[in-house]
């Protein structure tokens, strides 16, 4: 029994991924910054390392959601469809990065 999702091959899989960990970062970056500026240095490091299960997932979505976009605005789902990427597997091959990137960070001792 087949899922129905196709993982792309070896060249894309990883411009997909590396775009997924870019947008993640920036991400990052930006809720550092508005931390920063809202709340201060000190509650830095408390606050914007671990943002919480809701943050952190609707981060994680933002990012699956702006890879596909940016697939979308270069036509690769015309080549990825092609090679038998359905969109469904590339917001789920986007989304793995954030994720885990999240799960260590949550980890991650403060």
Do not use: K
């Amino acid at each position: 029994m087949r899922l129905g999702i196709r993982l792309p091959p070896a060249p894309f899989l990883g411009v997909l991924l590396r775009r997924a960990v870019v947008l993640w970062l920036l991400g990052r970056l930006m809720v550092a910054c508005f931390v920063l500026v809202y709340e201060g240095a000190e509650s830095l490091v408390n606050d914007a390392v671990c943002l919480g299960a809701p943050a952190s997932l609707a981060l994680s979505g933002l990012v699956a959601a702006l890879t596909l976009l940016d697939v979308l605005r270069r036509r690769e789902d015309i080549l990825l469809g092609n090679l038998g990427v359905s969109r469904t597997g590339i917001v789920l091959l986007a989304s793995l990065p954030p994720l885990a990137f999240e799960a260590l960070t949550c980890l991650a001792p403060v």
